[in-house]
Nanobody
Framework: QVQLVESGGGLVQPGGSLRLSCAASGSIFSLNFMGWYRQAPGKQRELVATITSGGSINYAESVKGRFTISRVKNTVYLQMNSLKPEDTAVYIC?????????WGQGTQVTVSS
């Protein structure tokens, strides 16, 4: 089992910034990926960004140039800049390895004036 603990959500004005963190613990394979998805009310869960243990990164087109994903060992960060109202969603951390996928509880990000 892998446990994921997220932090860093909140309310921010359009154009502002937030940084999300997610720490993984438990039975972690050396080869893995971590990342973030998000789900807005009435919408499907969508990929935001992922990063592998080897450092390969993938971003959704909608966040490229504004969001930066990084990781230190088994903690993944998402630096979100130039936030827009359409970025409002629950952001959910994920960890995958060995054919298994784990999800965090999610943290609310609200972009509003």
């Amino acid at each position: 089992q892998v446990q994921l603990v997220e932090s860093g959500g909140g309310l921010v004005q359009p154009g502002g910034s937030l940084r999300l963190s997610c720490a993984a613990s438990g039975s972690i394979f050396s080869l893995n990926f971590m990342g973030w998805y998000r789900q807005a009310p009435g919408k499907q869960r969508e990929l935001v960004a992922t990063i592998t243990s080897g450092g390969s990164i993938n971003y959704a087109e909608s966040v490229k140039g504004r969001f930066t994903i990084s990781r230190v060992k088994n903690t993944v960060y998402l630096q979100m800049n130039s936030l827009k109202p359409e970025d409002t969603a629950v952001y959910i951390c994920t960890h995958g390895a060995g054919g298994r996928r784990y999800w965090g509880q999610g943290t609310q990000v609200t972009v509003s004036s």
